[in-house]
């Protein structure tokens, strides 16, 4: 199971997206977004999950895009689905999930999150439920803390009263957030591990957790994004997937920064 912001995973970029978090222009013509979701869509299906939420999509015909690419380079079919339905101009959480297994899930939206940035899947297998949710908290950049760091808990409280008593859940995605913020600490009372911080995880060469990197002295680089499990014994092994994010040469054609993100995956045995 992967989780991955993809920054700006549009076909079409809003008129007021000029720049990535890196500072870099980025070229507004549609064939730039094409080959930024290529790159996108290589790095997952180099990793293959099983199941994989995006954020930052910008509409249903943008996952099917990454999909298509994937079917093309991986010949790895997945079936889509995405968090706004067929609004297209806001950013949304997209699925991707692969078609062998998509006949086990049931797929929907999180009641009152805002924005409808998050989508569950109650994943029945071996006789047992799982309930996975894939999440975009709310972003910190407006200057209010005080009111976004309430927009995220009532966020986590939508993901928690969906979630209800199952026994068996995985709760990822961008929370926007340190670990020691008030939202991943409501998460972590909850009783819910985040498979980075077990024996499991596996280490990159940098020796850090960073998944979120901006070039903002106000906001360097940090850890944001999550894999929370209730149950870590299904765990076989965690990864922050060290991809390279930034051209060495850059080509006016095309952006420069492939996400300001790194995907975290997680390896289960369920």
């Not at 976004?148 to 928690?160: H, K, M, P, W, Y």
Request: proline share 4%.
């Amino acid at each position: 199971i992967m989780s991955y912001n993809v920054e700006w995973g549009f076909l079409k970029l809003p008129d007021d997206i000029t720049h990535d978090s890196g500072g870099h222009t980025i070229p507004k013509t549609e064939e730039a977004q094409r080959q930024h979701l290529r790159i996108i869509s290589k790095n997952i299906g180099l990793a293959s999950p099983h199941i994989c939420f995006l954020q930052e999509m910008g509409s249903l015909d943008a996952v099917q895009f990454v999909a298509d690419a994937i079917l093309s380079i991986f010949n790895i079919k997945y079936d889509v689905y995405y968090s706004n339905g067929d609004e297209t101009g806001y950013q949304g959480v997209g699925l991707l999930v692969q078609e062998d297994i998509s006949t086990e899930c049931e797929i929907s939206n999180i009641p009152d999150f805002k924005l409808n940035r998050a989508l569950g899947v109650i994943l029945t297998t071996n006789e047992k439920t799982y309930k996975l949710i894939g999440v975009h908290l709310k972003s910190l950049y407006d200057g209010n803390y005080t009111r976004d760091v309430a927009i995220q808990n009532s966020e986590i409280e939508a993901v928690l009263e969906w979630v209800g008593d199952c026994e068996n859940v995985l709760f990822c995605g961008d929370f926007n957030n340190v670990p020691t913020s008030s939202p991943i600490q409501k998460v972590i009372e909850e009783k819910y591990i985040n498979i980075l911080d077990t024996d499991k995880y596996v280490e990159n060469i940098s020796g850090i957790k960073a998944t979120e990197f901006s070039k903002s002295k106000s906001h360097p680089n940090s850890v944001i994004d999550y894999m929370f499990v209730t149950n870590p014994n299904t765990l076989i092994s965690s990864h922050i997937i060290d991809y390279q994010r930034v051209a060495t040469v850059p080509n006016a054609k095309y952006r420069s920064e492939n996400s300001d993100h790194l995907p975290i995956l997680g390896v289960f045995t369920l």
